[in-house]
């Protein structure tokens, strides 16, 4: 019997939008996420450096160097000096006193913590195109800008979270001063210090350049 000769099967073109779809949601995970790692790699970095020029915990709580200071400007004197000195430790004290103020308010910590997520994956990290989309509504850099201006003047202004962060940075900075005003710096080693850019805010003297492109590009 004589084979029956077949012709080769045509496979047509199919557009797949899924495809198109993860394509888009992909590119825009390629630019967000260097830029919130590179962001978030530089802060840990700074911490653990600010953390590692820190003094001794027993010199901040001499006994044996507390002294009534003989006058207002002796004390602003120590304060200047011993600000110097243990300024990781003042602003670790700084810092554990705002942790305690906000986690003995979660109604203050959860407002605080949903506000700054909304400036940093609405905003700072996200890529202006494509536009933001909410609730089907198309959201232009301007709009967006606005909202989350307006949103933070309300949770700052119109809620308890302005009231807990002044509170709680009024009693760390009164803690703060108390002590170096009482704190005699005379047998502090105040030559060798750490420059005034170091420290837990130095990265935001510096920012990386991805941060700084994600930012820049809004402008």
Known sequence: MAATAQSPAVLLPVSNPQ????TTTDTQQTITTPALRS???RMSDTIQSGLSNRRPW?????????????SISDATLRI????TYFRTNYLSLLALVLAFSLITNPFSLFLLTALLAGWLFLYLFRPSDPPLVLFGRQFSER??????????????FLTSVGSVLVSALMIGVGIVCTHAAFRAPE???LDDQESPATGFLSFLAA???????????RV
């Open 187 to 189: 047998d502090l080693f």
């Open 39 to 41: 962001f978030i790699n």
């Open 143 to 156: 709009e967006t800008l606005g909202g989350l201006i307006v949103s933070t003047a309300v949770v700052i």
């Open 80 to 83: 200047r000096k011993n600000y």
């Open 58 to 70: 027993s010199e901040l709580i001499d006994r044996s160097a507390f002294s009534k200071p003989e």
């Open 207 to 217: 920012p990386n350049a991805a941060t700084g492109a994600a930012v820049g590009a």
């Open 19 to 22: 495809t198109i779809t993860t």
